[in-house]
């Protein structure tokens, strides 16, 4: 019995095994396309809520507390004038 193979010949594969193939990464694609876009589905809000609590006690602006007295005008000059007082600039050219 001759069990050798010639030269010549090349072996016979069946062509079904590549149309599986094929059909396993077109199929493997299309998985891997609608997890990518239903992954921004999910999406949490992030807008910040105006009030929150925190140990049962409601959360107040800055310029609420004793020294300010609610009053947001004299809160904004005073962070304006501590603002300026920090420029490095303004220290060395004295301007």
């Given at each position: 019995m001759?069990?050798?193979?010639?030269?010549?010949?090349?072996?016979?594969?069946?062509?079904?095994?590549?149309s599986?193939?094929?059909?396993?990464?077109?199929?493997?694609?299309?998985?891997?396309?609608?997890?990518?876009?239903?992954?921004?589905?999910?999406?949490?809000?992030?807008?910040?809520?105006?009030?929150?609590?925190?140990?049962?006690?409601?959360?107040?602006?800055?310029?609420?507390?004793?020294?300010?007295?609610?009053?947001?005008?004299?809160?904004?000059?005073?962070?304006?004038?501590?603002?300026?007082?920090?420029?490095?600039?303004?220290?060395?050219?004295?301007?």
């Amino acid at each position: 019995m001759n069990t050798k193979i010639r030269p010549t010949q090349q072996p016979q594969y069946s062509q079904a095994n590549g149309s599986k193939r094929a059909t396993v990464l077109v199929f493997g694609g299309l998985v891997l396309g609608a997890m990518l876009g239903l992954s921004a589905c999910g999406e949490i809000d992030q807008k910040a809520k105006t009030e929150k609590v925190y140990a049962k006690k409601l959360d107040t602006h800055a310029y609420d507390g004793d020294k300010f007295k609610g009053d947001k005008a004299k809160w904004e000059a005073s962070l304006a004038q501590r603002n300026g007082s920090q420029n490095e600039s303004v220290k060395i050219n004295g301007k």
